[in-house]
């Protein structure tokens, strides 16, 4: 039988507990410094030490991976920690499609992939002085949020740029990525595909906590605007959400569109778990503005099962227990290979 590894961070409590309730072995790459928060977690069976994540990719850790046919489970911290070619070169097979992380972390591939799944998604802006509306800019990869920020014009985008740069936040030769700002209601939907059943489920919606954009609307207008410091959008934490019913069928649609150009696009396409990220406008209508193809943090809400999973299974279903599941059935069906790439 399959273990289940992953990197101690993000969501790796959550996926292990899950893969220990389906009564498979559990390992935890883990930083040194963090060996004492791990040791607490008794369904944990075996840590491997490391200085740094990087070493997974090194010959010691994968011998250990392979000699516990481990399989490995992508998070958000291997995404924003390796480059996509580390990740591609592991060679512990990997949960889902590990070849889907590059258009993850890509901008422009990440655009492509969306706009080939249909999703509707705010106009991107070339050139700050393409700015008319109110825009929000991006760096590069998974860097959740952190260092983001809002221009009104090409002028506000230029005093924050060169503010942020002299804090030391971004960098100078950074290429920063700009699109136009969507309000509403932020909803972060989850999705799990199954390879196996060729069948999709909708797992839970959750919102994020950035900050300190959210701090700002705690203080009066008065001294938003005599504050000179630059809000960023760094996730903190994240809190659940249900959907008006009425919202669900457009729900799987878009999920389901996202599961077919995956698939045209990148063999073999959206396995396992995954996120639209996006606003709902006062009209409900959907906005998104990101995908992460992989297990999201936001997902650690629903440990003990999400209120759509009990709808779905007759028993506690987390994201980590349900990736564990799919592994478990591959396994003995002899169907690992469909399952991880
Ligand atoms: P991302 O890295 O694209 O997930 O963005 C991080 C955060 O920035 C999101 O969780 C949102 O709060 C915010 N955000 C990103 N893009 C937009 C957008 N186009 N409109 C409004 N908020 C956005």
Redesign the pocket.
């Known amino acids: 039988m399959a273990s289940i590894a992953t990197l101690g961070s993000h969501c790796s409590l959550q996926v292990l507990k899950g893969a220990k309730d389906e009564g498979l072995k559990t390992i935890l790459v883990c930083e040194t410094k963090r060996e004492r928060l791990y040791k607490r977690f008794p369904f944990i069976d075996e840590l491997i030490m490391v200085d740094s994540f990087k070493e997974v990719l090194g010959q010691k850790c994968q011998k250990t991976l392979e000699e516990n046919n481990a399989v490995l489970i992508p998070h958000g911290t291997l995404v924003a920690q390796m480059s996509s070619e580390e990740i591609e070169s592991i060679k512990t097979p990997v949960f889902g499609n590990k070849w889907i992380l590059r258009w993850e972390s890509d901008r422009e591939m990440k655009e492509k992939l969306m706009r080939e799944a249909n999703l509707p998604m705010?106009k991107p802006v070339a050139n700050p002085k393409d700015i008319e509306r109110l825009s929000?800019v991006?760096r590069q990869g998974a860097?959740g949020?952190k260092g983001?920020f809002m221009a009104a014009n090409e002028e506000d985008y230029n005093t924050k740029r060169n503010q942020l740069v002299s804090e030391g936040i971004i960098s100078k030769e950074e290429t920063l990525y700009i699109?136009?700002?969507?309000a509403g209601v932020?909803a972060y939907l989850t999705f799990f595909y199954s390879p196996l059943k060729e069948d999709l489920e909708f797992y839970g919606v959750d919102q994020?906590h950035?900050s300190d954009i959210e701090g700002l609307g705690r203080i009066p207008a008065e001294q938003q605007i005599k504050s000179n410091k630059v809000p960023s959008?760094n996730v903190i934490g994240n809190s659940p959400l249900v959907l008006r019913e009425s919202l669900l069928d457009e729900v799987y649609k878009m999920g389901e569109s996202f599961v077919e150009a995956a698939r045209r696009i990148v063999k073999p396409g959206m396995n396992g778990p995954f996120c639209i990220?996006g606003?709902y406008d006062e009209n409900a209508k959907f906005t998104s503005?990101?995908f992460s193809a992989r297990i999201v943090a936001g997902s650690n809400i629903y440990m003990d099962g999400s209120p759509y999973y009990s709808l779905l299974y007759n028993e506690t279903m987390s994201m980590g227990k349900r990736i564990a599941r799919e592994i478990k059935t591959a396994t003995e069906t002899n169907r690992l290979d469909k399952v991880t790439t």
């Open positions: 705010p929000i991006k860097a949020g983001y699109q136009e700002y969507a932020l994020r950035e959008f990220e606003v503005f990101e």
